[in-house]
């Protein structure tokens, strides 16, 4: 099992910058694909990035595509979610996500696929 901590949100101006991280507890972090999601008021929670295993792969929304970069420190049981360019609309809290699998270079984008979540962190963007 894994359990997994999120921290770096805040309140930041339209066109700011913020670095979420998601601790993950555990020995295995690397069979797990991390995911980032979000939440925005009376929405529902969508994707936002994945990344697989090794950090080879990545896959972003399109919402996010360019302006988002997820990565991953297997050393450190850490995942990151650099958010730069950011926008109000981008105001949600956001969750990170893990999905143990056994298969290499992998990403999901379907909320269905990971079985451990953190609690989350809130991210405001003002105009």
């Known amino acids: 099992q894994v359990q997994l901590v999120e921290s770096g949100g805040g309140l930041v101006q339209a066109g700011g910058s913020l670095r979420l991280s998601c601790a993950a507890s555990?020995?295995?972090?690397?069979?797990?694909?991390m995911g980032w999601f979000r939440q925005a008021p009376g929405k529902e929670r969508e994707f936002v990035a994945s990344?697989?295993?090794?950090?080879?792969?990545?896959y972003y929304a399109d919402s996010v595509k360019g302006r988002f970069t997820i990565s991953r420190d297997n050393a450190k049981n850490t995942a990151y979610l650099q958010m730069n360019s950011l926008k109000p609309e981008d105001t949600a809290d956001y969750y990170c996500a893990a999905a143990f699998t056994s298969i290499g270079n992998v990403v999901w984008s379907s909320r269905d696929r990971y079985g451990y979540w953190g609690q989350g962190t809130q991210v405001t963007v003002s105009s």
């Open positions: 555990g020995r295995t972090f690397s069979s797990y694909v």
């Open positions: 990344i697989s295993r090794s950090g080879s792969a990545t």
